[in-house]
């Protein structure tokens, strides 16, 4: 008889089980027959980001022939859109999900400029914040500080590395300038002063940098990043003293920052 109420007890429970796996999946194939019923679409304009619009993901997906609202929800494919927008030059990252009611959601990231590099053939490409190549747009330019001189890298053979990647490569970083201007472009970007005061980094002949402001005609030589907190001190310094004394700010045609502990001024 106890034999007989164990196989019982262990029958009911085994049918329950597969009584709720067969409803879990009629419920599921309703699930998926559902049709979708709408697309929302977010994309992040912090700053002046404008190279990705609402627009532009809705056409992207609408040229893959993803009509998505509408269609049944076990013919969407979320990791192959996400797979696609990802792939799009302007867009860091992208995320998409599907929720139980059909709403499609798409989260884009786009990516942020800090540095646009004109090299010295005349290509031209930006920086971004994570020092990642990024070409530019046809539709929106976005006004960041500008680079350019005796630059000599071109898109086509970098843009599928970063910074910290073409520094770690021996070949590549043999004569690259981009460790160099992103480094620069990071320090600028970081301090409201000196992202209203630099608007230019040119590379002289000598391989120096030179830094152009937005006011005033002198020639400020920087040299290389070394010891770059410092050198940026140093020329607050002799701004904070031009400022301050009438007719000193026109007396130099050139400050130079390459030597340490030490400002090189050339008179006019």
């Not at 034999?3 to 709720?20: E, T």
């Not at 192959?80 to 992208?94: G, R, T, V």
Request: charged content about 25%; aromatic content about 10%.
């Amino acid at each position: 008889m106890q034999k007989f109420k164990k196989i019982a007890f262990i029958s009911f429970w085994c049918l329950l089980v597969i009584g709720l796996l067969v409803s879990l999946g009629f419920v599921n194939r309703e699930q998926d027959a559902l049709p979708c019923k709408s697309l929302d679409i977010s994309v992040n304009q912090d700053g002046d980001l404008y190279f990705v619009k609402k627009s532009d993901i809705a056409q992207m997906l609408k040229d893959r022939g993803d009509s998505i609202v509408g269609e049944p929800k076990s013919s969407i494919n979320v990791t192959e859109m996400e797979h696609a927008l990802n792939s799009h030059p302007a867009i860091a990252n992208a995320e998409v999900s599907m929720s139980i009611d059909g709403v499609v959601k798409v989260d884009v990231k786009q990516r942020n400029p800090i540095i646009r590099v004109i090299n010295a053939d005349g290509d031209s490409y930006y920086l971004d914040d994570e020092g990642k190549l990024m070409p530019l747009s046809d539709e929106y330019t976005m006004k960041v500080l500008v680079a350019n001189g005796n630059i000599m890298e071109p898109y086509s053979k970098r843009y599928m590395y970063s910074v910290e990647q073409i520094g770690k490569d021996s070949l590549l970083c043999a004569t690259s300038k981009l460790d160099e201007l992103f480094a620069m472009a990071k320090f600028i970007h970081a301090d409201p002063f000196w992202k209203a005061q630099i608007q230019q980094v040119f590379y002289n002949s000598e391989n120096d940098m030179e830094i152009v402001p937005t006011a005033g005609n002198q020639k400020i030589i920087f040299g290389d990043t070394t010891f770059m907190e410092e050198k940026f001190n140093k020329l607050l310094t002799f701004y904070q003293q031009g400022l301050n004394t009438t007719g000193w700010w026109d007396k130099y045609s050139t400050i130079n920052l390459k030597f340490r502990n030490q400002i090189v001024c050339t008179k006019k």
